[in-house]
């Protein structure tokens, strides 16, 4: 069970593939000025790592070493074009917001990563969970940039006006450049306060 | 079909829609790779290359396999597969018969074929319904702008060595802040031309 529990950590804070591996943050800030979009993007993420990792897992036994990277892509590309297909029928309107974002999930490097990295030599059932983690722990960053953004960009959170008619709306949050600087603030606090463990010597300020 | 002349297309891909400035594509090798001009260069000429050669193949591949065949929803794994296949080709014809740009280049073309940036151009390319001529002008602007950005980046960094920054913000924390400033910057094109 404490494999488990390393595998929960590991996945939502201590190797959070977004601020502590820097993957995949392609198609993390694209979606990440509406916290709807960012909400949708983070499940679908969710469900492909999860999936994947779970098939790359059963067969791992059976993909020769040499063709698995192609394999693992092929087996990623599947479960996104099912996404795609989920999104395109049910939710139009969103399929169109994500636009492209949704078919560069393939690309993402969280899940390569840790198909290559886990899924290859460990169960199924855990592989899947820890998949399923790291989506859960890059949904949390991703929730986190979007909330700031819609909130100081549109003054809403999910749609929903919270900061009233008076609000200034900060338009520079919302365009690409807020985008990256919030993501450079957020890997800069999560480095400050929740790592100080690896920066030999601590803070010194 | 949009009517928007190739070159407008050409110029809007490398200023005002840049990719990684403006779409995010391609942050991966950008932040990893961004630390020497000389390999930053490199590696934007092999991208700019890749995406002028994937973004035809691909356009073709598109509209006269799986158009016809309406298996267009099988394009994400047509597109990765021909994007590998492609890098593959190039890499040994490169080392069989230009051993000196092989060396330059060699190590950063396995590296492209997981560049989001390559397969971000293929798929806007066919929502925007491009047609031959905009999609390779698409393709090549598209290079030459995330080669722009990459080296203007490794210049900057270069500069950042003798500079005292906050702890914590080191590496790629100051890299996408920076990203963010030219980001700014590059909005100031965006009154040229635009598409979409």
Same mark, same amino acid.
């Given at each position: 069970?404490?494999?488990?529990?390393?595998?929960?950590?590991?996945?939502?804070?201590?190797?959070?593939?977004?601020?502590?591996?820097?993957?995949? %943050?392609?198609?993390?800030? =694209?979606?990440?000025?509406?916290?709807?979009?960012?909400?949708?993007?983070?499940? *679908?993420?969710?469900?492909?790592? *999860?999936?994947?990792?779970?098939?790359?897992? %059963?067969?791992?036994?059976?993909?020769? &070493?040499?063709?698995?990277?192609?394999?693992?892509?092929?087996?990623?590309?599947?479960?996104?074009?099912?996404?795609?297909?989920?999104?395109? =029928?049910?939710?139009?309107?969103?399929?169109?917001?994500?636009? +492209?974002?949704?078919?560069?999930? %393939?690309?993402?490097?969280?899940?390569?990563?840790?198909?290559?990295?886990?899924?290859? &030599?460990?169960? +199924?059932?855990?592989?899947?969970?820890? /998949?399923?983690?790291?989506?859960? *722990?890059?949904?949390?960053?991703?929730?986190?940039?979007?909330?700031?953004?819609?909130?100081? /960009?549109?003054?809403?959170?999910? /749609?929903? =006006?919270?900061?009233?008619?008076?609000?200034? &709306?900060?338009?520079?949050?919302?365009? +690409? +450049? *807020?985008?990256?600087?919030?993501?450079?603030?957020?890997?800069?606090?999560?480095?400050?306060?929740?790592?100080?463990?690896?920066?030999?010597? /601590?803070?010194?300020? | 079909?949009?009517? #928007?002349?190739?070159?407008?297309? $050409?110029?809007?891909?490398?200023?005002?829609?840049?990719?990684?400035?403006?779409?995010?594509?391609?942050?991966?090798?950008?932040?990893?790779?961004?630390?020497?001009?000389?390999?930053?260069?490199?590696?934007?000429?092999?991208?700019?290359?890749?995406?002028?050669?994937?973004?035809?193949?691909?356009?073709?591949?598109?509209?006269?396999?799986?158009?016809?065949?309406?298996?267009?929803?099988?394009?994400?794994?047509? $597109?990765?597969?021909?994007?590998?296949?492609?890098?593959?080709?190039?890499?040994?014809?490169?080392?069989?018969?230009?051993?000196?740009?092989?060396?330059?280049?060699?190590? $950063?073309?396995?590296?492209?074929?997981?560049?989001?940036?390559?397969?971000?151009?293929?798929?806007?390319?066919?929502?925007?319904?491009?047609?031959?001529?905009?999609?390779?002008?698409?393709?090549?602007?598209?290079?030459?702008?995330?080669?722009?950005?990459?080296?203007?980046?490794?210049?900057?960094?270069?500069?950042?060595?003798?500079?005292? #920054?906050?702890?914590?913000?080191?590496?790629?924390? #100051?890299?996408?802040?920076?990203?963010?400033?030219?980001?700014?910057? $590059?909005?100031?094109?965006?009154?040229?031309?635009?598409?979409?």
């Amino acid at each position: 069970m404490s494999e488990m529990r390393n595998v929960i950590r590991n996945g939502i804070y201590k190797d959070n593939p977004v601020f502590r591996q820097i993957l995949g %943050i392609c198609s993390t800030l =694209a979606v990440t000025n509406l916290m709807m979009n960012s909400f949708v993007m983070g499940v *679908g993420l969710m469900f492909v790592t *999860g999936f994947s990792s779970l098939t790359v897992s %059963i067969l791992r036994r059976y993909t020769p &070493k040499h063709i698995r990277m192609m394999v693992q892509t092929l087996i990623i590309s599947a479960y996104v074009i099912a996404l795609d297909l989920f999104l395109k =029928a049910y939710w139009p309107s969103m399929s169109k917001a994500l636009g +492209p974002y949704v078919g560069l999930i %393939i690309t993402n490097c969280i899940i390569m990563g840790r198909a290559e990295a886990f899924a290859q &030599k460990n169960k +199924p059932l855990i592989s899947f969970i820890d /998949g399923l983690l790291m989506g859960i *722990g890059y949904t949390i960053v991703l929730l986190f940039i979007a909330f700031f953004r819609e909130l100081l /960009g549109f003054g809403s959170i999910f /749609g929903i =006006a919270v900061l009233g008619e008076n609000w200034v &709306k900060w338009t520079l949050m919302i365009m +690409p +450049p *807020g985008a990256f600087f919030m993501l450079g603030i957020v890997i800069w606090l999560t480095h400050r306060f929740f790592h100080e463990d690896d920066t030999e010597g /601590g803070t010194q300020s | 079909m949009i009517d #928007i002349h190739p070159m407008v297309i $050409f110029f809007a891909a490398i200023f005002t829609n840049n990719m990684i400035l403006s779409n995010f594509l391609g942050m991966c090798s950008f932040i990893a790779v961004s630390n020497e001009i000389r390999t930053s260069l490199s590696l934007g000429q092999a991208v700019t290359f890749v995406l002028g050669c994937t973004s035809l193949i691909n356009y073709f591949v598109y509209h006269y396999v799986l158009v016809p065949l309406s298996l267009e929803y099988l394009r994400f794994i047509v $597109f990765i597969i021909v994007i590998a296949a492609f890098v593959q080709l190039v890499e040994m014809i490169i080392e069989r018969y230009f051993e000196t740009l092989y060396y330059s280049l060699g190590i $950063f073309l396995p590296l492209i074929t997981v560049n989001c940036a390559i397969l971000g151009v293929s798929l806007f390319m066919i929502i925007r319904e491009y047609n031959l001529f905009q999609s390779f002008a698409f393709g090549i602007g598209s290079g030459l702008g995330w080669t722009l950005a990459i080296v203007a980046m490794a210049g900057i960094r270069k500069r950042l060595q003798s500079a005292s #920054i906050p702890k914590g913000l080191e590496g790629p924390g #100051i890299t996408l802040i920076i990203t963010g400033i030219m980001a700014l910057a $590059f909005l100031g094109f965006s009154g040229i031309v635009q598409i979409q």
